[in-house]
């Protein structure tokens, strides 16, 4: 697919070759994720994000269609059948409690796939197109999460599909019409949450899609590579089977033990306690916030507290807030250096530490009461967001003298050596 | 087999295992740890489908409308009634002496789901045949507790969907269904309260 010298299909079994002339799906696979996609030979342990977060929506998937056997999409009683699923289904307390850190797990993997991303330039020529479908993965992966939220009809859902859908009604003269046609009622009612079912159903599958997509125009220039150099022949790559079927086999282990430990040892961790009282139209929690994984974006929201340019203040909110992940679509024409790799960007580097540090503050000012300090702290914090990318990524990208880089990623994995020599055989 | 630690010391080719070429064709290192990683993971993928599964078993709100109890008071004699126990039909028929003699006429050795009459229903209460109410075919209600609804060749039930007859035992007798009609668990509390699961 991507190099010349990419293994051959060359099935052995009579079947398998009666299979190949027929529908060459082995083929299809062999050369997807098998020994026939060549991928340089020096990638570390940040590249197994990717494939845990493939593995993270089998999980979300295949627990969603079991969950979706006992739960009743039915305002009335949605909250039961879930109660039902914790206490009377077997093993419904392992399977919805799968389900629900799953989806903290699927987006814990996708933010670090995400932050790779940046550091390692993946997003730059000629890997745009890899990246703007993952940005598009992202958007549908956050709309699940939330219409996911909102299923089980507890406080925290029933008052997250108010405050999201609410976004739509600060849209000029047609925001509330809209707003009523998305919730089918003028508040989340039984006609929303079964829409929700309906879409949150939908919506990994056309996930699972998307990222078939992300995979295919990734495997046209082939995988980066941590020092961002090109390949250049053979000996910068291995093949994909076997050396990181079983480095992500390692990952994969690493990933089902934390996941475990959240399910079996601390499954509510990362939930809300409101979530397990039914849902009430006529008493709003006292503090109410998204689910982890939204709080920078829910940070960003918050921070536009006056109107200016008369422009009101909510409408500045959800601008942002939607501005802030459509930002990402123009990174790769944002960012104007050739050279792809932080490891020889000296300065760019230090503004990538930045802004994880950043997203930080972002994220510690969204779960926190909307007062002093924490309001202020946002404010600098989001702003400083925008900055990092239409600001300080153009410059830094036109200013900055890269370190030199290597000849070709087997002269940066050997330092000169031709061959590879195992330990205690190199030279002195 | 060679050890780990056989060949743990890269300065070391692994020893020649006798019968295999120099070439390591052997049980090499890797290949152990390559056996032995994959069928760890194998067995913990099993691990996880046995919930994945069970979870589709019944459920214990389910379970738990396993009993009812049923007043017989009312039931005249050669009447019957449907009632409802875990979401299945059962009929419960008070008898005639005639349909009795009947039923105890029949030579056991002849029947295809051979029982006596007796070996059906509980000591001192002869008369009360309590069955489910569930062809043992292919599952539809048989006719023949209600009033005036056909009770077939034999005096018993009779199912309208492929034919079968069964006797004033409740035991198959002509047509397709393999089996008697299902005697459920059940006790007399008193002469008139029937304790059914």
Excluded at chain 1, 344 to 368: E, I, N
Excluded at chain 2, 18 to 32: I, K, L
Excluded at chain 2, 67 to 87: C, F, L
Excluded at chain 2, 91 to 104: C, V
Aim: with cysteine; proline share 8%; glycine share 8%.
């Amino acid at each position: 697919m991507s190099f010349p010298w990419a293994e051959h299909y060359a099935p052995k079994h009579p079947l398998m070759r009666w299979v190949d002339e027929k529908l060459p799906l082995p083929r299809l696979v062999y050369n997807a994720v098998g020994a026939g996609y060549p991928v340089p030979r020096n990638l570390n342990y940040w590249w197994n994000f990717g494939v845990l977060a493939g593995l993270a929506l089998v999980v979300q998937i295949v627990t969603g269609i079991i969950l979706a056997m006992h739960y009743a999409a039915n305002a009335g009683i949605a909250f039961v059948s879930v109660e039902q699923i914790m206490r009377d289904v077997n093993s419904g307390w392992m399977l919805r409690y799968a389900h629900s850190n799953g989806a903290s797990m699927f987006l814990a993997v996708v933010y670090i796939h995400i932050f790779r991303g940046l550091y390692y330039g993946s997003y730059k020529a000629p890997r745009e197109m890899v990246w703007l479908l993952g940005v598009v993965i992202f958007l549908l992966m956050m709309a699940t999460a939330f219409m996911g939220y909102v299923l089980p009809w507890g406080q925290m859902s029933f008052w997250g599909a108010q405050v999201i859908t609410g976004f739509f009604s600060a849209i000029p003269l047609v925001g509330e019409p809209i707003r009523e046609l998305l919730l089918g009622g003028f508040a989340p009612d039984n006609a929303a949450l079964n829409r929700f079912f309906s879409l949150h159903y939908l919506l990994p599958f056309v996930i699972a899609g998307v990222i078939i997509l992300h995979i295919w125009a990734l495997h046209i220039p082939g995988s980066n590579n941590p020092t961002g150099v090109d390949v250049k022949g053979p000996q910068d790559t291995v093949p994909f089977h076997p050396y990181y079927t079983s480095k992500d086999g390692m990952g994969a282990g690493v990933f089902f033990l934390i996941f475990a430990l959240l399910v079996f040892f601390a499954p509510n961790l990362l939930g809300h306690p409101d979530n397990y009282i039914p849902a009430n139209p006529l008493s709003t929690p006292a503090h109410i916030v998204p689910e982890w994984y939204f709080l920078p974006f829910y940070a960003i929201l918050k921070a536009f507290t006056v109107n200016f340019l008369w422009i009101p203040a909510k409408l500045w909110g959800v601008m942002a807030m939607f501005g802030s992940i459509l930002l990402l679509f123009f990174l790769p024409w944002l960012d104007k250096s050739p050279v792809r790799s932080s490891r020889y960007r000296p300065v760019y580097k230090w503004f990538f530490w930045a802004l994880v540090a950043d997203v930080v503050v972002l994220w510690y000012a969204g779960g926190s009461p909307a007062e002093e300090p924490y309001v202020r702290l946002g404010q600098f914090a989001a702003a400083y967001y925008f900055a990092h990318f239409l600001i300080i990524l153009p410059i830094v990208s036109a200013l900055e003298k890269p370190l030199p880089l290597p000849n070709s990623i087997t002269e940066a994995v050997l330092g000169g050596e031709d061959e590879a020599a195992p330990i205690g055989l190199q030279q002195a | 087999m060679a050890t780990p630690e056989q060949t743990m010391d890269p300065n070391h080719r692994p020893p020649v295992i006798a019968g295999t070429h120099e070439e390591g064709q052997g049980v090499r290192r890797r290949d152990f740890i390559n056996i032995a990683a994959v069928s760890f993971a194998g067995v913990g993928a099993v691990a996880v489908a046995i919930p994945l599964v069970n979870q589709m078993n019944p459920s214990a709100d389910v379970l738990a409308l396993a009993s009812i109890e049923v007043d017989i008071s009312k039931i005249a004699e050669g009447q019957a009634i449907k009632t409802m126990w875990r979401k299945q039909p059962v009929f419960i028929r008070n008898l005639t002496a005639k349909e009795i003699a009947e039923a105890d006429a029949v030579p056991v050795a002849t029947l295809r789901d051979p029982q006596t009459l007796a070996e059906r229903t509980k000591e001192g209460h002869k008369n009360w045949l309590i069955t489910l109410g569930v062809c043992t075919h292919l599952g539809c209600v048989p006719l023949g507790a209600g009033e005036g609804e056909n009770r077939g060749d034999f005096g018993g039930y009779f199912c309208p969907c492929h034919g079968s007859s069964y006797d004033t035992a409740a035991r198959i007798r002509k047509g397709p269904a393999p089996k008697n009609l299902t005697v459920p668990e059940y006790a007399f509390k008193s002469d008139t309260v029937v304790q059914i699961g």
